[in-house]
């Protein structure tokens, strides 16, 4: 018997699948991570910057005593503490800065007092005139603060004669203080020198001249305004 093969219609063959295209290496999964490990890798570097901020560490001068304005700088004045950073970015002064003012003899601009950070404007060279004028009020330790007063405290001033009482001077700087151990005195007098503006120092006279004082201590008290002297002394 003989057999035929039957013809394949070509309309009817099988049409061709496309394969489908492969996933690139680098798609959106890898990039993904690759954002992370670089996020990773910036909080790492931000982290190790504060550590060595925090890290780094200076000595700077601070006052071990009670200094007066116009004092000639010595070593037993001064102390050196440790802080972390750069000195306060230069606002302080540094241990080789502090040596500076020590061997070149420079004084003080102004009274610090024990534990006062040192900055650079407190300290010139010999000779320099400041433009701080000031005067001494001799009195008794029982009618300012006990005789406790130290330079730096702020003080306000009070004249009184016949029960009526005002204030010659408000919020005034005490530049230094001294008694009959500390000054030579030969009286039980306090004397408590204070910061005066020409003015001021008119007031300031008059009133130790004419009426009985009292010294307030009002570091860090609200500045009361100065009111107008009386007639002896306006």
Known sequence: MTQTADRVDPGLEPAMVEAAPRRRLFGSFALGHL???LAGLLAFLLVLAALRDTSATS??????????AGTTIEAADVELI????DALGGAVLSSDQLNEVITGGQVTTRALSTG??????????????????????????TRAVAGSLQPGDLVD???SADGVSWHVMTSAEV??????????FAS????????????????L??????????IVRATGATPLELPAAPRECG
């Open 35 to 37: 954002l992370m490990i």
């Open 59 to 68: 000595f700077v001068g601070k006052a071990a005593t009670d200094i007066p």
């Open 82 to 85: 440790e802080i972390s950073g």
């Open 116 to 141: 006062t950070l040192l900055q650079p404007s407190d300290f010139t060279a010999v000779g320099y005139q400041t433009q701080i004028r000031s005067m001494s009020i001799p009195i008794s330790p």
């Open 157 to 159: 001033i009070i004249a």
């Open 175 to 184: 530049l230094a203080t001294a008694d009959a151990t500390t000054g030579g």
């Open 188 to 203: 039980n007098d306090y004397t408590v020198t204070v910061a005066v503006d020409p003015i001021l120092s008119l007031r």
């Open 205 to 214: 006279a008059c009133a130790m001249t004419n009426f009985s004082m009292d």
